[in-house]
């Protein structure tokens, strides 16, 4: 059966049974891997009112499989707090854990003058060893956090706990406390220890419980501005932030707060004074839109700035929120002129790159985002996937209450949130809600990825290495877009490989001016002749001759 996938899926991609290709997956492994993994392949078919098969997703991966995910710490310091560019974030744990996360991920920061704090080029660590693992590590943190203190004068420092830590049983969150009290800045501990959770999905959470508990509203000054949002999952990889930083700027839109892409610790601290929370990456920040929500009363939206069309939309969005005729008519003139060098950069790559296949593995919330892109491109996507993303971030948001908590959820902390006292000011009356749901608003939703896939397109989460490879042989696409991890395997399959995470070192693919990149890019990847000459010729021809030069 395997052979006849191949064989026609070189030919004609749409003719290939996904049933065939989902056994032809599972074929190899044991009954009861193949069991789990089969709830996590699901063949996508979207019924009249967007409900979509179930899938398994965030559930443990099983021992022995690769595949790419990370881990807790890497999802609390790394993703959420790593671009916040004036917290000195602080690694409690051996070398390795700080020295990997230094600069491995593309968030850029913009410092307005040289005398502004960036830290981000540093990597702050205890160095714990072997006698810190036997004694225990708080002496050293302590020191760790005055020496930073005495150096740097900053605003505040944040701790990151990684695995040992949780083991020998540190006490960050008192030493934290201690050292607040005495530096007389803000200190705050995060226990992300790799190992909690099943992914860096993890370390998300706690990251947004910490921030939301210790930072956001600890600062009533409000920004200047008429419209004011905050912009929350978007982290200016390849300078993504800056592009739409700069859209919304020509709007008339001001950004009081991004979580976090070139963020500063003053932001968070009044974040709660915006008017209105715009999600980008639902999977990592939700949590703090939904705690900023009850607390506070600013409502969220989803938004999306990969895609030009998408773009469009979700500006127009903004300003239907703002209900500003104002706004909406400067949205439109901003959406007019930047889409004029869209559409033909657009026309022109189509030409070229129309119906050719792309595969999207990433994270939690691109491969999504990025399908957008490509059907801007005439392109389709027939197989995507997330490494640590939930059901809702699949499914959507609907599916929300029948999600079963299972004990790796469970060690997560859930804040409970209650509307603050004195601080709690709804931005729109309940009626004014209705109104706006009346005319196609939705508030604190997502609809999620498999809504907006074809039928008989293949979902596939945490998949791993094998099944990368297989894919590849049976459909055989124009490009694959996945990680570091991932990329020279696939390369050396003889496929484009697309770097989604860092870009490779591209970018910005956000916003308009991001969307031509991005066309430009991927109709040079896809149209390259160089795929072609990957066989090196002793594989065609295993006997050179070759002749001395002296001869
Ligand atoms: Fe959100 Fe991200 Fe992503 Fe993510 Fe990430 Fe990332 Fe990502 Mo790499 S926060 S879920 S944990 S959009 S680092 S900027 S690219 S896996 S798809």
Redesign the pocket.
């Given at each position: 059966m395997a052979a006849k996938i191949i064989t026609q899926a070189a030919l004609e991609p749409e003719i290939i049974d996904p049933n065939a290709v989902k056994q032809e997956l599972l074929g190899k492994y044991p009954t009861k891997v193949a069991r789990k993994r089969a709830k996590q392949i699901v063949i996508n078919r979207v019924d009249e009112d967007f409900t979509v098969p179930e899938i398994g997703a965030n559930a443990r991966t099983i021992p022995g499989i690769i595949t790419q995910r990370g881990c807790a710490y890497a999802?609390c310091k790394?993703?959420v707090l790593g671009p916040t560019r004036d917290i000195v974030n602080l690694t409690h744990g051996p070398i390795g854990c700080g020295f990997y996360s230094w600069l491995t991920?593309r968030n850029q920061t913009r410092p307005p003058t040289a005398e502004d704090a960036n830290f981000m080029t540093y990597c702050f660590s205890t160095d714990l060893q072997d006698n810190d693992i036997v004694f225990g590590g708080e002496k050293k943190l302590r020191a760790a956090i005055q020496e930073a203190y005495d150096i740097f004068k900053p605003k505040a420092i944040s701790i990151f706990a990684t695995c040992p830590v949780g083991l020998i049983g540190d006490d960050i969150h008192n030493v934290a406390k201690e050292m607040k009290e005495k530096l007389g800045i803000n200190i705050f501990a995060f226990s992300c220890e790799g190992y909690k959770g099943v992914s860096?999905s993890a370390g998300?959470h706690i990251a947004n419980n910490g921030i939301f508990k210790h930072v956001v509203g600890t600062d009533d000054t409000a920004r200047e501005g008429k419209y004011r949002i905050n912009l929350l999952?978007e982290?200016n990889?390849g300078g993504d932030g800056f592009e739409i930083e700069r859209i919304l700027q020509e709007c008339g839109i001001t950004t009081v707060a991004t979580f976090s892409g070139n963020s500063t610790y003053d932001q968070f601290a009044n974040s709660h004074t915006a008017d209105l929370n715009t999600v980008m990456?639902h999977?990592?920040i939700n949590y703090v839109a939904e705690m900023i929500d009850k607390k506070f009363g600013i409502p969220w939206i989803k938004v999306n700035f990969i895609g030009a069309d998408s773009s469009a939309k979700s500006l127009r969005k903004i300003a239907n929120y703002f209900e500003s005729p104002e706004l909406t008519a400067r949205v439109e003139d901003v959406v007019a002129r930047e889409t004029m060098e869209v559409k033909i950069v657009q026309a022109d790559v189509r030409t070229r790159c129309e119906g050719k296949l792309a595969m999207l593995f990433?994270?939690?919330?691109?491969?999504h985002h990025y399908q957008d892109l490509f059907a801007e491109m005439g392109m389709k996507t027939i197989s995507a996937g997330y490494?640590f993303a939930h059901r809702d971030d699949y499914e959507g948001r609907r599916v929300l209450p029948d999600i079963k908590i299972d004990s790796d959820s469970r060690t997560i902390e859930e804040l409970d949130v209650g509307p603050d006292p004195d601080r709690y000011r709804p931005r729109k009356s309940a009626e004014q809600l209705e109104e706006l749901a009346a005319k196609g608003f939705t508030f604190r939703d997502y609809e999620g990825m498999m809504p907006r896939m074809p039928d008989g397109t293949l979902v596939i989460d945490d998949i791993s290495q094998y099944e990368t490879e297989r894919m590849i042989e049976i459909y055989k696409p124009a490009i694959f877009c996945a990680?570091i991890k991932e990329k020279y395997a696939i390369q050396k399959k003889g496929i484009p490989m697309k770097q989604?995470?860092s870009y490779d070192s591209g970018g910005p693919y956000a916003g308009f001016k991001g969307a031509i990149n991005f066309y430009r890019e991927i109709d040079r990847m896809v149209n390259s002749k160089v795929w072609s000459y990957l066989k090196a010729p002793w594989q065609t021809n295993p006997e050179l001759a070759a002749t001395y030069g002296c001869e």
């Open positions: 999802g790394g993703v991920r860096q998300h999952g982290y990889i990456c999977r990592s990433v994270g939690g919330s691109r491969a490494e990680g989604l995470h």
